[in-house]
């Protein structure tokens, strides 16, 4: 990977750069405080992860036990997601942000809404590996819809999980779960952009750094004489990618937490019980989906049981869209990344009534 890091794509400013941009005079401020919910969190899931490891106490019927399982498999099954999700920040960083947007499309439209979402479709990763990806196309210029329909089409539409899902639900519920996925992140991208038109939501302030646009083929073979790859640029693509994923890695350990927490505390068998294919299913599907935090991984098989068990097909669709739409570590690491609880909270406000009607169609014609 390149030594040389563009002057735009580096956090903070090097030699070579004469000043650095708004957006990183920012990140590189001293902090004034520690960051207390990321060390406790990773305190505690450390602590959790060590005693399932080394314990003796049986996790079926103590609160405790229970809890250093959930955090033992839940983050078995996200380590490598973030971890992942770190490497394709930090190369990502070292792209140009014109030749980036090239790609996407600078332009409103479908079309670029389209290139953004099958772009998530396509990324082999876990929603918290997408999560960190897409905060660095906000900073690398692209639109708010672009974003939206990039985070809302992508997390279990990647190639691993759609295999799995398959195996569990079926081809054909697999493919109609993708095709509603991609309807929804269009929509919810194009109303996205729409209110940023009009402003209702703020515009995103790294696309008032981008040069005049130039033709992607010239951007490319510019970018490809400029690439070398060595050891060190390897070891400084991991650690730029950890310190720009560092918003995601605080939400994603906080949320194995509280994962852990509800699984000690809440029955394992409610949702065959509580949750059928009814409208009271479907409402505690949703609430489910939102205050239990789960990545693609774990979200995959609980939505195949909602399927196969509760006879839900509507309910399964929407543990795993409204678990994206609700995700408040999505939420809290847009806040944190864009500057606004606005955008922030718009996410669920325009996406959850999209797939609790689809739910429901699903139930009542599956």
Known sequence: MSEAKEATGSCCASAQTPEPTPAAADCCEAPKRRDWLL???????????????????????????????????????MWWGMAIGAVFVGLLARVPRELVMSV??????????????????????????????????????????????????????????????????????????????????????????????????????????????????EQYAEFRQGLHVSPQGLVDVLRDGIAGSRVVIRWGLFGIVLAALIRAFVPEDAFATWFGASMLGLWLTLLASTIIEVCSEGATPIAADLMNRA?????????????????????MSIKDTAGSWKLALFLPLLTVPQVMVLGYLLNTFG
């Open 39 to 77: 060390w406790g969190s990773a305190t505690l899931v450390l602590v959790g992860w060590l005693f399932a490891v080394f314990g003796t106490i049986d996790d079926h019927h103590n609160p405790l036990g229970m809890f250093s399982a959930g955090v033992y498999e839940l983050f078995n099954k």
């Open 104 to 217: 996407l499309g600078r332009k409103a439209g479908w079309g670029s809404l389209g290139r953004a979402a099958l772009a998530g479709v396509f990324l082999d990763l876990c929603s918290h590996g997408i999560l960190a990806v897409g905060m660095k196309l906000y900073e690398r210029g692209a639109s708010n819809g672009q974003v939206m329909a990039f985070l809302l089409a992508s997390p279990w539409n990647s190639f691993s999980l759609t295999l799995i899902l398959i195996g569990l639900i079926g081809l054909g519920w697999t493919l109609l779960f993708i095709v509603l996925s991609l309807v929804i992140g269009l929509i919810t991208g194009a109303m996205f952009d729409a209110l940023t038109r009009r402003g209702t939501l703020p515009q995103n302030r790294w696309r008032e750094e981008l040069d005049e646009e130039r033709p992607f083929a």
């Open 311 to 331: 006879a839900a097909p509507g309910n399964s669709f929407t543990f795993l869209m409204a678990g994206v739409a609700t995700d408040y570590t999505e939420i």
